[in-house]
């Protein structure tokens, strides 16, 4: 067990529909990421908060992702629309302080757009 | 492109075994790079890490790496791998001034008895 819960870990939706994934960073982790995996390719990076801040954003989040941390403990990451290229692992990651401390991962979130 | 390169894709060796996995990054200044392991059905897990200092770095399970500045590089080695350390792979870098990991696109690696 990790510590960093995600769920739900399997999710298919039609193609249009929104969907919204859940993190929950390990307590007292005041770092939140999430990063997105697609078979073959290494996470890539989308967002990530302090505390309840949204400090950073990837290119890759388009206007239909949105991630909120709302009370600096669990975070949502929603994306509305879903599009067949959306399809991938959602991975989150916690950690206490900035770069120089270890990021620990959930399981994922498998998303697939039929 | 500013980007992290793992040249090898997929890796087979036999137990005992010696391993080096390749990367090497594009990123000018300050890095801090790590590697990171993946089990099958299990989540990304620290290998290693290096921020400074002593340019080889000791992990757990007994990997180890050697950044070289002058090459860009930074890459796992262990003398004899097992079949337990089936698994993925992923070098990955994060800049100095910047919070988020950079990856690798991964080495799959298989141990067979």
């Known amino acids: 067990d990790t510590g960093v819960s995600q769920n739900p870990r399997h999710k298919i939706t039609k193609r249009g529909q929104n969907v919204t994934f859940r993190c929950d960073p390990i307590?007292?982790?005041?770092?939140l990421y999430w990063y997105r995996q697609t078979l073959g390719q290494g996470p890539e990076f989308l967002t990530y908060?302090?505390?309840?801040?949204?400090?950073?954003k990837s290119r890759l989040l388009s206007d239909r992702f949105s991630a909120e941390r709302p009370k600096g403990s669990f975070s949502t990451l929603e994306i509305q629309r879903t599009e067949q290229g959306d399809s991938a692992m959602y991975l989150c990651?916690?950690?206490?302080?900035?770069?120089?401390?270890?990021?620990?991962f959930g399981q994922g979130t498998r998303l697939t757009v039929v | 492109a500013q980007s992290v390169s793992q040249h090898n894709h997929h890796v087979i060796l036999s137990e005992a075994a010696s391993l080096e996995l390749g990367c090497n990054y594009s990123?000018?200044?300050?890095?801090?790079l790590f590697w990171y392991v993946q089990y099958p059905g299990q989540h990304l897990q620290l290998l290693l890490k290096y921020f400074s200092g002593d340019p080889l770095v000791k992990g757990i399970k007994g990997f180890e790496a050697e950044f070289i500045k002058s090459k860009f590089s930074f890459n796992l080695r262990k003398p004899s791998v097992q079949w337990s350390d089936t698994a993925e792979y992923f070098c990955?870098?994060?800049?100095?001034?910047?919070?988020?990991?950079?990856f690798g696109t991964g080495t799959r690696l298989q141990v067979f008895p």
């Open positions: 990955a870098v994060n800049r100095g001034n910047t919070d988020k990991l950079i």
């Open positions: 990123y000018g200044g300050t890095v801090n």
């Open positions: 990651a916690s950690s206490l302080g900035r770069w120089n401390t270890e990021a620990f």
């Open positions: 307590s007292e982790h005041n770092r």
């Open positions: 908060f302090q505390n309840e801040a949204q400090l950073e």
